[in-house]
């Protein structure tokens, strides 16, 4: 849906400035090493892999779950549920896993990204093939 991703020209810098604490480690509400077991109805895997360095914060149902800095090569697995809004920081450094599935581009370079998901909506943020 074209009211699911919203993009703005910032880059990455100035969105990090924005984000606070950032820099801090963050530990997820879930995943982490039982990232594997069964999904729950409504639950889905949120993967995320940076290829560069972006900021990351993540809601469910209006809480943050997760919030931090990635650096190249950092990932993140998160085991979600409700209605998740994922904000990144240059959404052209980093790549989404959807339950195991790539996703479509959240952005370009030093773009900032937000996206709205839930488990009835993967579908359409999946990477065509």
């Known amino acids: 849906p074209a009211d699911a991703v919203a993009a703005s ?3 990455t810098e100035a969105g ?3 984000q606070p604490g950032t820099d801090a480690a963050a530990t997820p509400a879930a995943g982490g090493e039982g990232a594997n077991a069964p999904l729950a109805e409504g639950q889905f895997q949120l993967t995320l892999s940076a ?3 972006c900021w990351v ?3 469910s149902d209006g809480r943050i779950v997760y919030t ?3 650096q190249p090569g ?3 697995d998160l085991t979600l549920g409700g209605s998740v809004s994922l904000t990144v920081g240059d959404a052209g450094a980093i790549d989404v896993l959807l339950n195991g599935r790539p996703a479509r581009s959240f952005g370009g370079d ?4 937000t996206a709205r998901l839930t488990a009835a909506t993967l579908d359409s943020f999946l990477a065509s093939r």
């Not at 030093?110 to 990204?113: I, T």
């Open 51 to 53: 290829r560069g360095r």
């Open 16 to 18: 990090a400035a924005a």
């Open 110 to 113: 030093g773009q900032v990204a």
């Open 74 to 76: 950092d990932r993140q």
């Open 68 to 70: 931090g800095t990635l």
């Open 9 to 11: 020209p910032q880059g």
């Open 57 to 59: 914060t993540v809601r």
